[in-house]
Every structure is written in structure tokens, then in C-alpha cells.
């Protein structure tokens, strides 16, 4: 990636933060929010992350090395797959 491009996704997370503290906000002064039940969804991004980790070892099965990904990858697939059942079942 060339610096330009990491400036862009840089800026994305930063924007990204900031509507969800807005959005968070509002949902707590006026109890009212505004995504509905679409902002629990949000450990699907974890889990996403955590196969982006998972899938490349099947892909490419015969690159040597791509299974030291499964490591951090179940970590982050499990835990994601813990905070989306705490979510969608208000099981907190």
C-alpha cells in the first residue's frame, strides 16, 4: 500500500469513530437509536476480521507458513462469535 492510501483508510476509521460516539451519544441523551437493531450487529466486523486471519491458509494450500494465521484467527472468530451472541440476546 502507498502512503496515500493509508492516509484514506486512516481517515475512514477516524470518521467511522467519530459517527459512532455521535450515534452513541444520541442513543443515550434522547434514548432513541437511530440504526435500531443494525448497531448490534456490530461484531460481525470481528468476526470478519477474524476470517480474514482463517481463510488464506485454504486457499493457498501450499504456501508454507499461511497456518501460523490460524493462531490469532480463532482468537478473534471465537471472541467475535461471543460478543455477537451477547449482542443479538441482550445477554450482557
Known amino acids: 500500500m502507498n502512503k496515500r492510501s493509508l492516509v ?14 455521535l450515534l452513541s451519544g444520541v442513543a443515550a441523551v434522547f434514548g432513541f437509536n437511530p440504526l435500531g437493531f443494525v448497531w448490534r450487529l456490530w461484531p460481525l466486523v470481528v468476526m470478519g476480521a477474524g476470517l480474514c486471519f482463517i481463510v488464506p491458509p485454504f486457499l493457498a494450500r501450499g504456501r508454507r507458513g499461511l497456518g501460523a494465521l490460524f493462531i490469532p484467527g480463532f482468537p478473534i472468530l471465537t471472541t467475535g462469535a461471543i460478543l455477537f451472541l451477547g449482542s443479538v440476546f441482550d445477554a450482557w
Open 8 to 21: 484514506f483508510v486512516g481517515a475512514a476509521l477516524i470518521l467511522l469513530g467519530i459517527v459512532s460516539l
